[in-house]
């Protein structure tokens, strides 16, 4: 595993600003100093540092927050340009939150699908976009293992959009660069349909 520069002094002090009951600020687009932050390309954090378990605690805390709840946040939504993000899992049992410590994503499928998108860091803005069908994803856990797998639907739309998050990429940017090219839509004998 390569070196990660440890959490610095400012970036503790956002960690333990509350307890793990409770949520983060979430940094919005509109505001000039924190859409720095959220155009950051982030750094790795070590999946073994003892503070990663209180972040990934109070950051779950923020995207289950009520009326605002989400399916899914990184790490610079909440101040941190670290490579770290939760993702809510429609592809498993009761569909859990689980989170994925320096995460790469090293495959994209060619087949691609076309969604409606919003973002807790962007107030009342919601466009479709374009993903890949599945991703091969691999990350870290706490302990420092490593896991690859390979998701599809939902699941990977939404790792898509935080995993853009780490790359300082906003699901807007992403609108933008999509007017400029050209789509075929592929007709399935058995269209594949997804319960959102």
Known sequence: MIPCNPLTTE?????????????MYVYQD??????????????????QDTNVKMLIAR??????????????????????????FLVKR??????????????????YSAVLQQGDEGCLSIEDRYEAVYRSLAVQITYFDLEGNHYQEVVEG????????????????LFTDRVVEQEER????ATLETPLVYEV
Do not use: S
């Not at 429609?90 to 495959?107: C, G, L, R, S, T």
């Open 11 to 23: 970036e503790l002090a956002l960690i333990f600003e509350g307890d793990q009951t409770q949520p």
């Open 30 to 47: 509109g505001v000039p100093d924190e859409l720095q932050v959220l155009k950051t390309n982030c750094t790795e954090i070590d999946p």
């Open 59 to 84: 950051m779950y805390k923020t995207v289950a927050d009520g009326d605002r709840a989400g399916v899914g946040i990184a790490a610079p939504q909440v101040g941190l340009a670290r490579r770290l």
């Open 90 to 107: 429609f592809d498993k049992a009761n569909e859990p939150f689980e989170f994925f410590i320096n995460p790469q994503i090293v495959w």
């Open 154 to 169: 939902y699941t990977a739309v939404i790792m898509q959009h935080e995993y853009d998050h780490l790359n300082g990429i």
């Open 182 to 185: 050209q789509y075929e839509d």
